[in-house]
């Protein structure tokens, strides 16, 4: 059975940063394509980031900068570094694991950025 579960979500100030997690079983976690996303209350979920297998990286334009996503295959986790936090990056964030047909979600992790 495949399991996605994000952590590290919470309340931040704007400008703090913030680290999440996403650790996976179930899965050859290596030969997955990682990615991020989140959806805002209200909105449509978005992608963030993505990191493959090999390493690639790819960012929403806007997000480039400010966010770093990363993976430790000896841990079956991706990882995503938040920081400079705005209120509109208030959002449920999740992770994603893709491989051909193959696709997975975690079930979220809450990011509120409040004063």
């Known amino acids: 059975q495949v399991h996605l579960v994000e952590s590290g979500g919470g309340l931040v100030q704007p400008g703090g940063s913030l680290r999440l997690s996403c650790t996976t079983s179930g899965i050859i976690f290596s030969d997955y394509v990682m990615s991020w996303h989140r959806q805002a209350p209200g909105k449509r979920r978005e992608w963030v980031a993505l990191?493959?297998?090999?390493?690639?990286?790819n960012y929403e334009l806007s997000l480039k900068g400010r966010f770093t996503i990363s993976r430790d295959n000896a841990k079956n986790t991706v990882f995503l570094q938040m920081n400079s936090l705005e209120f509109e990056d208030t959002a449920v964030y999740y992770c994603?694991?893709?491989?051909?047909?193959?696709?997975?979600w975690g079930q979220g992790t809450q990011v509120t950025v409040a004063s």
């Open positions: 990191i493959t297998s090999g390493g690639h990286i």
């Open positions: 994603k694991a893709d491989k051909n047909a193959e696709s997975y």
